[in-house]
């Protein structure tokens, strides 16, 4: 399941129009001057695909692998999605915070 912190960010990344989706259309965008700032790979994804959409990169992007194809297609509402970039360096740096950040305990509340 994806996280929801990833979800809500990615989906206001997407309506903004900072985020392109499956590998050819971010293979292009890690090959222009305005790079892709997070590569986020399906799990499931090929790695013999990876290397193809990294490959002539014109420089390194953070990467994340998570979810699987199929979560990936449904919340895109495609049938698979196996890559995704973010293009924006406040969306990308949001996301990364949010999922690399240990969970917080919930808070107890008083009596």
Do not use: C, Y
Not at 60 to 84: C, D, H, N, S
Not at 99 to 109: L, M
């Amino acid at each position: 399941m994806l996280p929801p912190e990833l979800t809500g960010l990615l989906g206001l990344a997407q309506r903004a129009g900072k985020v392109v989706i499956g590998s050819t259309a971010v293979s292009h965008e890690v090959r222009r001057p305005r790079e892709a700032l997070l590569v986020i790979f399906a799990s499931d994804f090929s790695p013999s695909a990876r290397e193809k959409v990294l490959a002539k990169a014109t420089a390194t992007p953070k990467i994340l692998e998570i979810g699987t194809m199929a979560e990936w297609g449904g919340f895109f509402g495609r049938q698979q999605v196996g890559v995704i970039a973010v293009v924006d360096k406040n969306f990308a740096a949001g996301i990364l915070q949010k999922v690399t950040q240990p969970a917080r305990p919930a808070k107890q509340g008083s009596k």
